[in-house]
């Protein structure tokens, strides 16, 4: 077995236990390699014995990769996979986090499971959102939501939307949020949006600080192709992928959503589970009063 690892380097945690890691791998004579992007860390000295590479080349040769950090790790590094998806364990650091399986604590069983087998494999949807801005078409991928924002401006943001080819409505407001199941318990669920458990393929549509109490959220199913287009002229609107690439856009672009032909691929852990993580994460008591 080989694993990557990659990580957020710039937390002082990620060092430690990265060295915890590499010290369990290396009783297992497991191969460890271990993102070059420890390097912009001009402050670390790196040890000898660590085996850094290219991004790229744990892409195409370890079977598993170990993400250190928060949420935010495993989305950027989903979108770097691209379109070879590997299985990703999430090790994390922080506060609030819904996708990690392991924690600093119990990182020694959580990786003894993985070398002997006993792991799960959850397939997320993850979308594409295509920006064709004067002629030039861009490509996106979001595991958690597709934003539009109005930005700085306090005007209102007016935006049509289509579901394949039938008119659904015109949002007047701050902004769209369209969100995976996966990132139903992010954005998408601090606007009012509906929890949606990770194994369905939805697309739901959440208005941002609608100017109408009747619009409210709606599930789409996972095919549908959901064009948007702004009525009016808007200077400071842009797209947000994963609350962490930010295009500026202009009133004239079009935008297109529809579910990507690759999934993530999560690693689940025995002694865990969606349901568990949720009454932790979101501070359920269990009490109906």
């Not at 990620?14 to 369990?24: F, P």
């Not at 506060?95 to 499971?113: A, D």
């Not at 949002?171 to 009012?192: Q, R």
């Not at 458990?197 to 409210?216: G, K, N």
């Amino acid at each position: 077995m080989i694993i990557g690892c990659t990580g957020n380097f710039r937390k002082a945690e990620y060092y430690t236990i990265l060295e915890r890691v590499y010290a369990i791998l290396v009783k297992s004579d497991i191969k460890f390699l271990i993102s070059d992007d420890l390097k912009k860390n001009k402050d670390f000295q790196i040890p000898s014995s660590y085996s850094l590479v290219e991004f790229d080349v744990i892409t195409k040769q370890a079977d598993i990769i170990l993400a250190i950090g928060g949420d935010g790790t495993i989305l950027s590094t989903v979108r770097r996979l691209g379109k070879n998806q590997k299985p990703i364990m999430g090790v994390h650091i922080g506060g609030l986090g819904f996708l990690s399986e392991c924690m600093e604590s119990n990182l020694e069983k959580s990786i003894h499971w993985v070398l002997n087998d006993k792991y799960g494999i959850s397939k997320r949807m993850i979308l594409e959102a295509r920006i064709n801005l004067n002629g030039k078409e861009e490509i996106y991928w979001a595991l958690n939501d597709v934003v539009v924002d109005h930005g700085p401006s306090a005007r209102i943001l007016k935006t049509e939307v289509h579901v394949s080819e039938h008119y659904l409505n015109t949002y007047e407001g701050d902004g769209l949020i369209f969100s995976t199941p996966t990132g139903s318990t992010a954005y998408s669920l601090s606007s009012g949006g509906p929890i949606i458990y990770p194994a369905l393929d939805t697309i739901t549509v959440t208005p941002i600080c609608p100017h109408s109490l009747s619009a409210r959220p709606i599930v789409l199913q996972p095919n549908e192709n959901i064009d948007l287009r702004f009525l009016d002229p808007f200077d400071g609107m842009a797209v947000i992928i994963d609350g962490q690439i930010r295009i500026k856009l202009a009133d004239q672009v079009c935008i297109n959503i529809s579910r990507a032909d690759h999934s993530a691929q999560l690693v689940n852990l025995p002694s865990n589970g969606y349901f568990k993580t949720l009454r932790t994460k979101m501070g359920w008591s269990g009490n109906v009063r």
